[in-house]
């Protein structure tokens, strides 16, 4: 079955400017969960995204967003981009069932560059 | 504040002989830890898993201890092999968060040398 497809891999982008994400899941995956990596700082969970609604936030300022479509594909929206949001973005996406059936498959990720 | 921390940013271990990868926690709320390993431009891989009601899970070269009282986990790999070498991450849920949401730690380089 086809993987978790994060789109687009590289980007580069000015300081101010604003960048969208696009994260598209397992199929029958109705979970989408957004990650930000940092060197030395693995992986900080942005939020979730399950059926349409956000789950769960982690402790990033308002300018970091999400949502999520119908048909389970998620976007993170990125707005008034500064230096230290350069990092690989990875978006995981699960059954979002049971604590103890994680099948958390993780996307190849975007790496953002803010210049 | 880092509830999870991997202290060894590296390790550097000889084809066949045994790694270990070790993970400090401080939540105790934390009931399920997993393990995933990372190769450059590609996204993070599940490895092993282990629930806080168990002390010790195996599948194949890879074992998981927990121990609770210490607040630690380890990964154990034997033997070794190159293909092995990528930044290894560990992983735990809250019992009190719903949905998916892991807190990771910082990562360990982990270097198998043939």
Redesign the interface.
């Known amino acids: 079955k086809a993987g ?1 497809t994060q789109t687009p891999r590289y980007l580069i982008k000015t300081r101010g400017q604003q960048v969208t994400l696009s994260c598209s899941p397992i199929s029958g995956h109705r ?1 989408v ?1 957004w ?1 930000q990596q940092t060197p ?6 942005l939020f ?1 995204y ?1 059926s349409e609604t956000q ?2 936030k ?1 402790n990033f300022p308002g300018r970091f967003s999400g949502r999520q479509f119908s048909n389970s594909r998620s976007e993170m929206n990125v707005s008034t981009l500064e230096l230290g949001d350069s990092a690989l973005y ?1 978006c ?1 996406s ?1 059954r ?1 069932g049971l ?2 059936n ?8 975007t790496r953002l560059t803010v210049v | 504040d880092q509830q999870v921390k991997q202290n060894s940013p590296s390790l550097s271990v000889q084809e066949g002989r045994i790694s270990i990868l070790n993970c400090d926690y401080t939540n105790s709320m934390f009931d399920y830890f997993l393990w995933y390993k990372k190769y450059p431009a590609e996204g993070p891989t599940f490895l092993i898993s282990i629930s806080s009601i168990k002390d010790k899970n195996e599948d194949g070269r890879f074992t998981v201890f927990l121990n609770k009282s210490a607040k630690h986990l380890s990964l154990h790999i034997v033997p070794s092999q190159p293909g092995d070498s990528a930044v290894y991450f560990c992983a735990a849920k809250g019992r009190e968060t719903s949905g998916s949401r892991l807190t990771f730690g910082e990562g360990t380089q982990l270097t198998v040398n043939p």
């Open positions: 978790v979970s969960s990650y030395g700082q693995g992986l900080q969970f979730e399950f789950r769960n982690g990875l995981a699960s979002g604590p103890t994680y099948g958390y498959t993780f996307g190849s990720g």
